[in-house]
């Protein structure tokens, strides 16, 4: 009766819990629509060909790690304009949250709301409160070129800079 019990437990657990694949370089970009702190839609199929597109997950607005993040971002934004590169920050907060983030720190960058998780679950960023920190860059074909699953945020901006410059 116990090995019942114990393989009905594995299977509702273990394989309902199953996740997708984990995103690798080359493969499409998965497609998403999100609000922004600008009030538009982002559609990320409409933006591929360009320019280059960094998607960065990060767990909340205005905490000590995302904030040194975000403004390192913000800091060397000039580079990221001559790479030619668009920079979305996405994570669960809210529109309001993010315009508030953004005006308090002067960031030149928009953010995208996750509040469903939906995209994170895409990118695998997913977690049970907050997105992981991640960051993908998409290429110009729609692939991804470059993913970074441990984010550091004192040094994010600068691996960021030397991954968009070898797209060049």
Known sequence: MKKIFLLAGVLMFGLGSAKAAELKVGQPAPDFTAASSDGSQVHLQSLIGPEP???YFYPKDDT???TKEACG???DFGAFRQLQAK????SYDSIASHRKFIEKYKLPFQLLSDSDHAIAKLYGADGALFAKRMTFVIDRSGRIAWINRSVNPATHS???QDALAKLK
């Open 87 to 90: 920079v979305f920050g996405i």
């Open 64 to 66: 000590p790690g995302c």
């Open 73 to 75: 971002l913000r800091d």
């Open 158 to 160: 600068k691996e960021l």
């Open 53 to 55: 597109i960094v998607l």
